[in-house]
């Protein structure tokens, strides 16, 4: 079975850093792609960054390009976001994802963006002073 648990968030003040690490079972990344999505109060979901099955490329959305970075340690079966300079509108929870395919990142991001593939069930993270 197919399960992805987040852990990491927190409160941290702006422009501190903060780890988010997706822990997956069930799978390998031979053959998933693993997605990080934001969610804040009153906004629609959106897209953060995702790792391209068997580490073929990865994605980064404008607003955090140069500031987050995702990777991946297979031998903890884990998916890390690092996330450095942050900003009070990074506020959100922060979800991970994986679908299942030889995609790019960008094509990955596409179908889980529309809801296709496993998710976790987000971890909190509040940017404040």
């Known amino acids: 079975q197919v399960q992805l648990v987040e852990s990491g968030g927190g409160l941290v003040q702006p422009g501190g850093s903060l780890r988010l690490s997706c822990a997956y079972s069930?799978?390998?990344?031979?053959?998933?792609?693993i997605g990080w999505f934001r969610q804040a109060p009153g906004k629609e979901r959106e897209g953060v960054s995702c790792i391209s099955s068997s580490n073929r490329g990865t994605y980064y959305a404008d607003s955090v390009k140069g500031r987050f970075t995702i990777s991946r340690d297979n031998a903890k079966n884990t998916v890390y976001l690092q996330m450095n300079s942050l900003k009070p509108e990074d506020t959100a929870v922060y979800y991970c994802a994986a679908v299942r395919g030889f995609l790019t990142a960008i094509q990955a991001m596409s179908f889980m963006a529309r809801g296709s593939g496993s998710w976790g069930q987000g971890t909190p993270v509040t940017v404040s002073s």
């Open positions: 069930g799978f390998t990344l031979d053959y998933y792609n």
